[in-house]
């Protein structure tokens, strides 16, 4: 303890001395005021940037690369104006010797805004990139586009023409779906082959139809033909093909096949394009379209011709399909779809035969004909024929034969009393 002496010495000594308050140094102390208004621009540039992606995303759905490329400047702008706000805090703000705890909560959130905008600019890049690939996409099909154009341009040039050659065919006709449209005599032959495979296919049906309600076959046939002999029972069924044939086939010689319609072809080039059209479509579908076409004229007509009255009474038991039918309409029955396949085959073959110049001509054979093997094909191939014997004669025509330039394309017949090998 320090005598009372010495301690009010030390206390006059310190009383002695004078104070000399230090100035701060205000250099190195951010104004508040600033730092309220860079974070203030921050958060008014950062929500511009959310509104300017907004845009973006809304640009693609639907896609329109007018308003990407709007969005993509305002995303590029306000990136631009946040760096140039960080270089200008920079400059005028140095970093510090001393940070508060109120600059580094500042500093904390300048820095969380800096790692959203690069989230962002990573965004926007790959934005950019699928800008690209649409862009490429669009000009993919674009070049797609007017590749077909000059596809369509050459295959409508070539249909004037009524036909192809064959390497336009093999590179052309198949890329587009269609069938080799050279109009030959080859493809002829081949519809013409169609036709008797539908006559063939209609008539199983026909016969079967006529067996379940009771028909006496034999006796239908001897009403087809009757001075017909038959080498076996089986052959009668020729004797139906041959009563298809005759119906489907009148007027065949006729450009208008005898229907009534003022859109009928005038020249071969609508022949061919009609014969186009229908070649690959359902022809249901066909008339559905327009049921009154004149094919639709022609169905009709035909399908009255083929089925008689009497017969489709003990079919379905009523009338109801045919008068249906002589209505206008086209059931979507089993039995009328199956004559539909029918009547579109004749129909094709007709339209083609008047697409060629000159027209096809089409002959058929009388029953008592004799025999030639130039224009007639017999249906049934084991014959037995002797030397000795007469020529045989033609029982039923079963197909219609055609000559096309010089060429015959032969009648099918069945020829009345051969023999044939068992």
């Not at 006496?216 to 041959?242: C, T, W």
């Not at 191939?381 to 060429?407: S, T, Y």
Request: some cysteine; hydrophobic content about 35%; proline content about 5%.
């Amino acid at each position: 303890m320090l005598p009372t002496g010495v301690r009010d010495n030390q206390l006059r000594e310190s009383n002695s001395q004078k104070v000399h308050p230090q100035p701060m140094d205000e250099s190195k102390s951010p104004n508040p005021e600033a730092i309220e208004g860079i974070i203030s621009k921050i958060f008014t540039n950062v929500s511009s940037l959310k509104s300017a992606y907004i845009q973006l995303q809304a640009a693609h759905t639907p896609y329109d690369p007018d308003k990407i490329q709007a969005a993509d400047k305002l995303v590029v702008s306000e990136l631009k104006n946040l760096s140039e706000l960080k270089h200008s805090y920079r400059e005028n703000n140095p970093k510090p010797v001393c940070i508060s705890p109120q600059d580094s909560r500042l500093a904390a959130e300048i820095q969380e805004q800096q790692s959203l905008l690069k989230t962002y600019e990573v965004m926007v890049k790959k934005f950019q990139s699928e800008i690209h690939n649409k862009d490429s996409e669009i000009n993919q099909l674009q070049q797609q586009i007017e590749e077909a154009n000059v596809k369509k341009a050459k295959l409508e040039k070539n249909l004037k023409l009524r036909g192809l050659s064959s390497k336009e065919s093999d590179d052309s006709g198949h890329e587009n779906g269609f069938f080799p449209v050279d109009l030959t005599p080859d493809l002829f032959i081949s519809i013409v082959e169609a036709a008797y495979r539908a006559i063939h296919d209609f008539s199983k049906p026909l016969i079967n139809m006529m067996k379940a309600a009771g028909w006496d076959l034999d006796a239908a046939a001897i009403s087809i033909e009757p001075d017909v002999v038959y080498a076996k029972r089986a052959h009668k069924k020729y004797a139906f093909e041959s009563h298809i044939c005759q119906r489907m086939f009148g007027a065949f010689q006729q450009e208008n096949f005898g229907i009534e319609s003022d859109t009928i072809a005038v020249n071969k080039e609508s022949f061919f394009h009609q014969f186009l059209a229908l070649k690959e479509m359902d022809p249901l579908d066909m008339l559905g379209q327009n049921p009154d076409s004149i094919f639709g004229k022609f169905c009709r007509s035909k399908y009255l011709l083929v089925v008689h009255p009497k017969m489709e009474a003990s079919f379905f038991g009523n009338l109801d399909q045919r008068n249906f039918v002589t209505g206008g309409g086209h059931p979507r029955t089993p039995f009328y779809q199956v004559f539909l396949k029918l009547a579109k085959s004749i129909w094709l073959l007709h339209r083609l035969a008047y697409s060629f110049d000159p027209s096809v001509k089409v002959f058929q054979v009388k029953s008592g004909s004799e025999f030639s093997e130039v224009y007639m094909e017999s249906v049934v191939k084991n014959l037995v024929m002797d030397d000795g014997d007469e020529k045989p004669r033609v029982g039923l025509m079963v197909m219609p034969g055609f000559l096309i330039g010089g060429n015959v394309i032969q009648s099918k017949v069945y020829l009345s009393g051969v023999k044939v090998v068992e």
